[in-house]
């Protein structure tokens, strides 16, 4: 309590400290137009002040104001999604309204994007010192029609991130060789009090405007984001209309085999009625059988076939003015299978998994429901020139697993979690000089994480483990002559962790092997801190480097329900601290944009998964893991668009603990952490009423490791064969409102084995990937 009580008056003395320190002087009106290179309106641009969070979103004819603004010389910029960015400098030494216009070009180039989710304040991609990948909305549309499963999107188009795992979770997609963090609207909807690989699946991509994945251990958002996080923004209307509206209907299956056809359906309405604005939207997908290129039914265990799947989701905004706003965000997403087919075991690396007619045990899996709700008052000048962003949130996730052999009665395990949080982020700008200024962001965060595994028959597996954190941090942002800038940053963690009372599963009839555990409270208390350096001068050459820190109590659920002791105090749960060391560019020349990064992460402590007497434990290893990413993308010509990204990761483990990593017993990392070198290339034409899209996706070959004296690879060790597959997406606008796509998955039929079917080494998990697939769409939007 002593520390909580130091960390809030630290807190507060910081606040007014830099607002009695910082705070100027405000006058001035600036208002103009944005407009594109054709002289045509750029409807809700986003406008804001340079180094702070003075800001407005132009309305439906591109028209914009800016009040309250600093005397003396300002930089305004411009921006807008698929557009450069363009900054303007205007002098304000009177009250009086000036005006300043903008015209954007159309770019294709990353460092013209603006996000978030780095420093929860709005900043551009070329001031940002860190590897940042935004899927934006137009990469969103293209891959949905390919496959609307959001983890397929992500695969393809994230450099750093693992290939699709084709099934409900997303066990073995790391990021970085590392776990990460999923967000919707900065709402987490990971569980690293027990990791279920089930947060990437947790939204329908209908309703994402676009994705921001920060990459590289952060903690700017807690626990759990060692090799970094994923945010999912939803939609805000993109109208000045009082109601529009989307509406889409499509028919899904196999070219191959019966049963296969599935259907999808959505609505969306949107619109602004004075200074209220809404989106209000609906999904409803039912998947047929899902089977592989030679017409085989895929083993239905964690399959996405035979599924419903459900999203609905609102978000509502009330303007009081130019500078306040509430909004209220809704989601919810359901995915639950009901399959006519039980598994078969295949051969290992011979023949596949299978499903095959018949009665499956237990009840329906997938995720029952996951809830998510987020109430957020915005206020861009509350005092002085101070920004303010509050918001409370909830979410709650059940989700269901496959019946499992691997404990004594088998059965299914299911679990829980519930999360409530409140977070306080304020903003405050500075300028000491022309050639020096920045903005301090600074703020709390307090979460309530409630969390347990329990099998359906009643059992408990992982008891309800109750984390409360308290965690406030500070950001200070320079720049320096207006081209480098300097971010760092401290977070202070304070964990309180109540775990109740319990016992171990059985490992034989009559409770044999069970063993009570006395549960207690566990403290946890850690600084992270960030640095990173960026010099944006030149668009032809970005350069960064950059050192972050991630805390996390990762998966300590596995550990609970592994216990061989009596006592919570009494087993390893120290938690996970990861050092990242990056350096990287961005280069926009003309038609060419490239991007690339190396990156080293150490921890003295990881989680690495092994199976030891039929029981998944965590490695607790002291380990390394690095590797480089590169991004390419070409504007051939003005509809055509050309690029690719390349990444690799490798990560060893120190067995003996010298500290060397190279020792005769130290080992590589298992592939359910690293994942094979990937190529992701796409060709994009959109030209008139017509667009298509042409990718590939390669994932590299990776065999590590050797069977064990019995000939068996264990859980994660297995070789890794290389695949690939090609996709294609075909649009055309039948008239201005009307449009008809055709997406082809796995385009030539092509016959593999996803990784995560290769490294899991069993008979029972050996499955191959899907057949060709195909999803025709009509949308209407009005």
């Excluded at 709005?122 to 001031?127: D, G, T």
């Excluded at 259907?263 to 809404?278: E, H, K, V, W």
């Excluded at 993308?633 to 990761?649: E, H």
Aim: proline fraction near 4%; charge should be positive.
């Amino acid at each position: 309590m002593k520390t909580r009580l130091q960390l809030i008056l630290f807190f507060a003395a910081s606040i007014c400290y830099f607002n009695l320190v910082i705070a100027q002087p405000v006058s001035g009106v600036v208002r103009g137009t944005v407009k594109d290179n054709n002289k045509q309106p750029v409807p809700f641009a986003s406008v804001i002040v340079k180094g702070t969070n003075i800001g407005t979103t132009a309305n439906g004819d591109g028209i914009y104001r800016l009040g309250n603004l600093p005397k003396g010389n300002v930089s305004i910029r411009a921006s807008f999604i698929g557009y450069t960015i363009q900054d303007k400098n205007i002098t304000l030494d009177s009250d009086r309204e000036q005006n300043l216009d903008f015209e954007l070009k159309e770019s294709s180039s990353q460092l013209d994007e603006v996000i978030v989710s780095a420093g929860r304040r709005v900043e551009s991609l070329a001031e940002t010192p860190s590897s940042v990948t935004v899927v934006n909305a137009k990469e969103i549309s293209a891959l949905s029609t390919i496959s609307p499963n959001i983890a397929n999107i992500l695969a393809f188009s994230v450099p750093g991130l693992g290939a699709s795992t084709n099934q409900t979770g997303n066990s073995g997609q790391t990021l970085r060789g590392r776990n990460l963090l999923v967000l919707i609207d900065g709402i987490p909807q990971s569980t690293p009090l027990r990791a279920g690989g089930r947060d990437i699946r947790t939204i329908d991509p209908s309703v994402v405007e676009r994705v921001e994945v920060i990459k590289g251990a952060t903690a700017i958002y807690g626990n759990g984001a060692d090799g970094g996080l994923i945010n999912y923004i939803t939609k805000t209307p993109k109208t000045d209309q009082k109601i529009g509206g989307y509406s889409q209907l499509s028919l899904t299956g196999n070219t191959r085999g019966d049963s296969t056809l599935g259907f999808r359906a959505s609505q969306q309405l949107y619109g602004r009625i004075a200074r209220f604005d809404y989106v209000v939207s609906g999904m409803y997908e039912k998947t047929g059988v899902y089977r592989d290129p030679k017409g085989l039914v895929i083993s239905p265990d964690y399959g996405l076939g035979e599924t419903k799947i459900y999203n609905a989701f609102a978000k509502v905004g009330y303007n009081f003015n130019g500078s306040q706003r509430i909004e209220a965000m809704y989601n919810y997403y359901s995915s639950n299978q009901h399959s006519a087919y039980i598994a078969k075991a295949g051969v290992y690396r011979q023949s596949p998994a299978i499903g095959v007619w018949g009665i499956r045990k237990g009840i329906d899996e997938g995720t029952r429901y996951n809830h998510n709700a987020n109430i957020q008052y915005t206020n861009k000048n509350i005092f002085g020139r101070t920004s303010l962003s509050a918001n409370v949130y909830l979410q709650d996730f059940w989700t269901v697993y496959s019946n499992s052999e691997s404990f004594f009665g088998s059965g299914q395990s299911a679990i829980i979690s519930t999360k409530k949080g409140f977070r306080l982020n304020l903003n405050t700008p500075f300028a000491i000089s022309s050639k020096l200024s920045g903005d301090v962001t600074y703020g709390v965060d307090i979460l309530n994480d409630k969390t347990e595994q329990n099998l359906v028959d009643g059992r408990v597996w992982v008891p309800r483990i109750s984390m409360n954190n308290l965690a406030p941090y500070a950001q200070l942002t320079t720049q320096w002559f207006n081209y480098l800038n300097l971010k760092t940053g401290l977070r202070a963690e304070n964990i309180k962790m109540n775990i109740a009372d319990y016992a171990t599963l059985a490992t034989g009839p009559g409770g044999a092997g069970s063993i009570d555990v006395t549960g207690g409270k566990l403290d946890y208390n850690a600084f992270v801190f960030n640095a990173g350096l960026r010099y944006s001068k030149f668009k032809r050459f970005n350069p960064f480097v950059s050192y972050s820190q991630s805390f996390s109590i990762f998966d300590l659920g596995r550990i609970l329900r592994a216990a061989n002791e009596n006592t919570v105090a009494g087993l390893q749960t120290e938690p996970i601290i990861v050092n990242n060391y990056e350096v990287g560019f961005s280069s926009a020349l003309g038609p060419l944009s490239v991007s690339a990064a190396y990156y080293y992460s150490t921890s003295k402590l990881g989680s690495n998964l092994l199976l030891v007497d039929g029981k998944y434990v965590a490695e607790r290893l002291p380990e390394r893991v690095w590797g480089y990413e590169m991004q390419v993308d070409y504007q051939v010509t003005t509809g055509l668009v050309v690029g690719g990204n390349y990444a690799f990761v490798e990560g060893k483990g120190d067995k003996d603990g010298d500290g060397n990593f190279n020792g005769p017993t130290d080992k590589y990392l298992n592939s359910n952490r690293i994942t094979p070198a990937k190529i992701a290339t796409y060709a994009r034409y959109n030209k008139g009423k017509f667009n298509a899209d042409l990718n590939w996706l390669y994932v590299g070959k990776r065999d590590r490791f050797k069977p064990n004296e019995k000939g068996v690879y264990p859980i994660g060790e297995g070789p890794i064969e290389s695949y690939n597959t090609f996709n294609l997406s075909l649009g055309y606008k039948v008239t201005e409102n009307l449009k008809a796509d055709l997406g082809i998955e796995n385009l030539l039929n092509t016959v593999y084995y996803p990784s995560i079917a290769q490294f899991y080494g069993t008979a029972i998990d050996y499955r191959r990937g899907n057949g060709r697939r195909f999803n025709l769409t009509v949308g209407y939007r009005f």
